[in-house]
């Protein structure tokens, strides 16, 4: 809440001006001034300055709001409870989709599809409301430069195709979705310190930073004392603004995340030790089987980032053509898990394939497994092999 404009607080647009004219422009910055200060600034006398003080906090203050308050708020407007997805199963499986008003995190190896769903949900977000969508904008924040406008219209006209029915309703979405490359910490920071204007002039109803993993990681060598701190600090201040915009507005905020390996080694867990540009394979001594593990891949950036994202989705491999979507951690659903393709009109669900082996691994969604492209290639090989050539395979595929 301290990071909400001055101008939305109802002070005079000439205060306003004064105040940015000595750069500040929130309620934190102004929240942070003492009264000597403040008077030096707006030129305005102590009693005067002691009023400001009290209306700029009662504008930041937290509202508080009952539990039926809440409820009602959304029974009333279906539409700025949840973006739906489009995927059937899994908005059931999520009350209705996305939640609007919080953090939604998208981690994943290589691959498997997180730019593919952000640009789906974008196309969505766009749409009207009798749609499902949300009738708004988007603001895209690209850190790896990874998203394609032809991509976004491919989407578009194949899932759509009776709705997108012209060049002219095309072009209207791709005007609607608003890109930034951010390609540092600093910048993305600064960046999402600055939406909240935008977020009222354009109507935005989606924010997409795909992905935050990968400035942190470039930037901050956690083998380096000092590093974890900044690093933790820098993630802290982006998750509370992204919080703070989620919640204001009532717009779903939407993460992408990288993978890590996890070494474990009796109670000790040291995670972020390896940072893995592309697929990588778990050491399991030399068969493979009847050993434990010494490592798995988990989800970059910790387990106190972790608790900042409300809603946590994994997408893995699972076989050649098939990957899996895990809803790891969500206030309302169940550990639940999905098959899915990637196609022309973006992640289609395989509602009919069997899900009789899956299970959930562990009590925390920080240390939630994910399965990468080498252990799904071996699953296969392993469950395509012939019984009397079991020992042989077992001996050859250790080395994959």
């Not at 095309?170 to 935008?198: D, N, P, Q």
């Not at 050491?283 to 988990?298: D, P």
């Not at 790891?328 to 289609?348: D, M, R």
């Not at 399965?371 to 001996?395: H, M, Q, W, Y």
């Amino acid at each position: 809440m301290a990071a909400k404009k001055l101008r939305r607080a109802r002070l005079s647009q000439e205060l306003c001006e004064r105040l940015s004219r000595y750069q500040i422009t929130t309620c934190q910055d102004f929240l942070c001034l003492s009264l000597l200060e403040l008077m030096k600034v707006t030129g305005q006398s102590y009693y005067d300055v002691q009023k400001l003080l009290c209306k700029v906090s009662r504008a930041c203050a937290p509202k508080m709001q009952t539990a039926y308050e809440m409820k009602l708020r959304k029974s009333v407007n279906p539409s700025s409870a949840f973006l739906s997805t489009t995927l059937h199963s899994l908005d059931k499986a999520l009350h209705g989709g996305v939640p609007c008003g919080s953090l939604t995190e998208i981690t994943s190896p290589p691959g498997c599809g997180k730019t593919q769903f952000c640009i789906m949900v974008s196309v969505l977000a766009t749409l009207p409301v009798s749609m499902g969508g949300l009738d708004g904008a988007v603001i895209y924040i690209d850190t790896e430069s990874a998203f394609s406008a032809e991509r976004l219209i491919e989407i578009a006209g194949n899932r759509f195709p009776t709705y997108f029915d012209s060049d002219e309703k095309l072009f209207c979405m791709t005007r609607s979705i608003h890109l930034y490359r951010e390609l540092t910490c600093g910048s993305v920071l600064k960046r999402i310190m600055s939406l909240e204007e935008e977020i009222i002039s354009k109507k935005v109803k989606l924010i997409i930073i795909d992905s935050v993993a990968s400035v942190v990681r470039k930037e901050f060598d956690t083998k380096l004392q000092g590093n974890l701190a900044e690093r933790s600090n820098f993630l802290a201040r982006g998750a509370s603004v992204l919080k703070y915009l989620a919640e204001e507005f009532s717009i779903p905020v939407i993460l992408t995340n990288q993978i890590t390996t996890s070494l474990s080694n009796g109670l000790a867990i040291q995670a972020d030790l390896v940072s893995p540009a592309d697929d990588l394979s778990l050491s399991e001594g030399a068969s493979g089987i009847g050993k434990r593990e010494s490592g798995c891949v988990t989800a970059a950036l910790g387990n106190t980032w972790s608790h900042s994202v409300n809603t946590r989705l994994i997408l893995q491999y699972h076989d050649l053509p098939t990957r899996q979507l895990l809803v790891a951690k969500s206030p309302v659903a169940p550990f639940s898990a999905f098959f899915y393709t990637i196609e022309k009109s973006g992640l289609v669900l395989q509602d009919g394939k069997d899900q009789t082996n899956l299970t959930w691994e562990g009590t925390n969604p920080a240390l939630q497994t994910i399965r990468v492209r080498n252990t799904a290639l071996k699953d296969t090989l392993l469950d395509a092999a012939l019984p009397s050539t079991t020992g042989e395979t077992l001996s050859n595929t250790s080395n994959l």
